[in-house]
C-alpha cells in the first residue's frame, strides 16, 4: 500500500527538521520526502493543517495485565496509546504478579508483538516490589525489560537502591522512582489549607522531596541512572535543577493533570481527582511549567492507571489513586503547554517522543527515506470535547471528561500498520 501524506509540516527537533513537505510511504517504508504526485497512491491524507512527528513514547503506563484485565489489557491499553497519538508504551511492574521475570516479560511482548503500538516493559527493582531482594536485572534486561523500577512504592531502602544503582550501570538503564516517603504517605491528598478545609487526611509534599534528595544523593555516589516518575513538588522540581547543575545523572517527569490541576479540584470530592502523587498547590504546577521550560523536567508521561468504576465509586479515602491519561494527554499539553506559549511545538516533541527514548537507551525514529515509518501526526488547533465514553481504554476514569482541548492525534503509523479515523490498516 502507498500512503501519501500531502503537504504537512514535518517537525523532528533530533533532526532539526521543521519544514512543509509530502511523504511517501510504500509498504511501511518512508519511500520518498519532497514534492510527490498523488497518482499511483492509494490513499493520501491532506497535511495542511497537520504535523507529523518521530512517533510519541509514553514511559510511564500501567497495562494492569497481568492480574487486572478487568481494568486495562496489553491490547486494549495499545489501543487507548494509538486513539491519543502514541506509537510507543513503557509498562510498569506493579502487576500482579509483578514484572519481576523472564516469563511475565515474555508474555506481555507477546500479546503486544502485533500491535501497531511497541510495548517496552519496565522490570522491578526487587522481588514481588516488597524492596527485600534485587530482582534478576540481567534475567530481565535480556528478557526485554529496559528500565527498573518499584512503581507504586519507592525503593525501600537505599542500600537496595545503591546495589541496583550499581548493577544497572552494567546495561546503562535507570532506576525509574516513585519518590514517597512511606512514613509521611498516610493520607488521600496534599496537605494544604485545601485538605484541612475538607477534612480528609493528607500527605504533605516532603515526603516527595525528602526521596527525591536521597535518591539523587545515592546517583551522585554511584554514577547511576535515576529517574524521577511525575515529580509534583515545587521543591523537587528545584532539588532535580540544582542536582543537573552538579552533573548529577539524573532526569525527570511530570504528568498533564500535575501541570493542569491543583488541590482546589478535589472540593467536588469527586475520586477521579485522587492520585498519587496527589494533586498540589498553583505555585507547584507553576514551578513544574518552569522546570519543563528551562529542560529540569526531561519528558511529560501520562502515569495511564484505569480503575474499575466499582473501585473509583468509594468513598474517597478508600478509593484507589490514578487516572487514565494516554487520550488526553496530548491534547493537555498542547493546550496548557504550546498554545499557552509555554512551550514550542520543537520543545514538546522533545519530551513527548524524543527524551523518554533516550532515557530508556532506546533508538529515536527518524523523519528520512529509507526508514521503516514510526510517525504521530496531530491537529494542533483542532478544537474538542473529552468524551471518556469514547475512550478505547477499559476504563474510565478521568477527571477530564467533557473538558475542552486544543491539539488532537489525527493518525499514527508503526510496523507497517496506520491508525487512522479509528481504524487500523495494513500499510
Known amino acids: 500500500?502507498?500512503?501519501?501524506?500531502?503537504?504537512?509540516?514535518?517537525?523532528?527537533?533530533?533532526?532539526?527538521?521543521?519544514?512543509?513537505?509530502d511523504i511517501l510511504i510504500s509498504n511501511g517504508t518512508i519511500a520518498e520526502i519532497g514534492q510527490i504526485d498523488e497518482k499511483g497512491c492509494d490513499q493520501v491524507i491532506e497535511g495542511n493543517s497537520l504535523i507529523c512527528a518521530p512517533g510519541l513514547f509514553d514511559m510511564h503506563v500501567h497495562l494492569r495485565e497481568p492480574g487486572r484485565e478487568d481494568e486495562e489489557t496489553v491490547q486494549t491499553g495499545c489501543n487507548s496509546a494509538a486513539a491519543g497519538g502514541f506509537?510507543?508504551?513503557?509498562?510498569?511492574?506493579?502487576?500482579?504478579?509483578?514484572?519481576?521475570?523472564?516469563?511475565?516479560?515474555?508474555?506481555?511482548?507477546?500479546k503486544a508483538k502485533n500491535h501497531l503500538v511497541e510495548v517496552i516493559p519496565i522490570g522491578a527493582v526487587s522481588v514481588g516490589r516488597e524492596g527485600e531482594s534485587l530482582a534478576p536485572i540481567a534475567e530481565l534486561?535480556?528478557?526485554?525489560?529496559?528500565?527498573?523500577?518499584?512503581?507504586?512504592?519507592?525503593?525501600?531502602?537505599?542500600?537496595?537502591?545503591?546495589?541496583a544503582l550499581e548493577y544497572l550501570q552494567m546495561y546503562n538503564a535507570p532506576v525509574i522512582e516513585h519518590c514517597e516517603d512511606e512514613s509521611l504517605a498516610d493520607g488521600a491528598m496534599n496537605e494544604s489549607e485545601v485538605s484541612t478545609?475538607?477534612?480528609?487526611?493528607?500527605v504533605p509534599s516532603v515526603a516527595e522531596d525528602l526521596i527525591v534528595m536521597r535518591d539523587i544523593l545515592m546517583a551522585e555516589y554511584t554514577g547511576g541512572k535515576v529517574h524521577i516518575a511525575h515529580i509534583s513538588s515545587k521543591r523537587a522540581v528545584e532539588i532535580v535543577r540544582?542536582?543537573?547543575?552538579?552533573?548529577?545523572?539524573?532526569?525527570?517527569?511530570?504528568?498533564?493533570?500535575?501541570?493542569?490541576?491543583?488541590?482546589?479540584?478535589?472540593?467536588?470530592?469527586?475520586?477521579?481527582?485522587?492520585?498519587?502523587?496527589?494533586?498540589?498547590?498553583?505555585?507547584?504546577?507553576?514551578?513544574?511549567?518552569?522546570?519543563?521550560?528551562?529542560?529540569?523536567?526531561?519528558?511529560?508521561?501520562?502515569?495511564?492507571?484505569p480503575h474499575s468504576i466499582e473501585e473509583k465509586e468509594m468513598e474517597f479515602i478508600y478509593a484507589p489513586n490514578g487516572i487514565l491519561g494516554l487520550e488526553t494527554e496530548l491534547g493537555l499539553a498542547l493546550s496548557e503547554l504550546v498554545h499557552?506559549?509555554?512551550?514550542t511545538i520543537e520543545q514538546l516533541i522533545e519530551k513527548l517522543?524524543?527524551?523518554?527514548?533516550?532515557?530508556?537507551?532506546?533508538?529515536?525514529?527518524?523523519?528520512?527515506k529509507g526508514v521503516e515509518a514510526n510517525l504521530?501526526?496531530?491537529?494542533?488547533?483542532?478544537?474538542?470535547?473529552?468524551?471518556?465514553?469514547?475512550?478505547?481504554?477499559?476504563?474510565?476514569?478521568?477527571?477530564?471528561?467533557?473538558?475542552?482541548?486544543?491539539?488532537?492525534?489525527?493518525?499514527?503509523?508503526?510496523?507497517?500498520?496506520?491508525?487512522?479515523?479509528?481504524?487500523?490498516?495494513?500499510?
Not at 506509537?87 to 507477546?110: F, H, K, Q, R, Y
Not at 478505547?392 to 491508525?419: C, D, E, H, M, Q
Open 141 to 163: 534486561y535480556t528478557a526485554g525489560a529496559r528500565a527498573f523500577s518499584d512503581d507504586g512504592v519507592a525503593v525501600k531502602s537505599a542500600s537496595l537502591l545503591r546495589n
Open 242 to 305: 540544582e542536582a543537573k547543575a552538579k552533573g548529577i545523572n539524573v532526569t525527570a517527569e511530570v504528568t498533564p493533570h500535575h501541570f493542569t490541576l491543583t488541590d482546589d479540584s478535589l472540593k467536588s470530592y469527586d475520586t477521579n481527582f485522587k492520585m498519587n502523587p496527589p494533586l498540589r498547590k498553583a505555585a507547584d504546577v507553576e514551578a513544574i511549567i518552569e522546570g519543563l521550560i528551562d529542560g529540569t523536567i526531561d519528558c511529560i508521561a501520562s502515569d495511564h492507571a
Open 1 to 21: 500500500m502507498k500512503l501519501l501524506l500531502k503537504n504537512i509540516q514535518i517537525v523532528n527537533p533530533a533532526q532539526s527538521l521543521n519544514q512543509r513537505k
Open 340 to 343: 499557552k506559549n509555554r512551550l
Open 87 to 110: 506509537t510507543g508504551v513503557a509498562c510498569m511492574p506493579n502487576t500482579s504478579p509483578a514484572i519481576d521475570n523472564a516469563e511475565v516479560v515474555s508474555s506481555i511482548l507477546e
Open 376 to 427: 504521530s501526526i496531530f491537529d494542533p488547533d483542532l478544537v474538542w470535547t473529552v468524551e471518556v465514553s469514547k475512550f478505547k481504554s477499559k476504563s474510565r476514569n478521568s477527571p477530564f471528561n467533557n473538558r475542552l482541548l486544543t491539539g488532537k492525534s489525527v493518525a499514527v503509523i508503526n510496523k507497517g500498520k496506520l491508525y487512522y479515523q479509528n481504524q487500523y490498516h495494513s500499510l
Open 197 to 202: 478545609l475538607l477534612g480528609l487526611p493528607s
Open 353 to 368: 517522543a524524543i527524551n523518554p527514548r533516550k532515557i530508556l537507551n532506546i533508538p529515536v525514529p527518524k523523519i528520512e
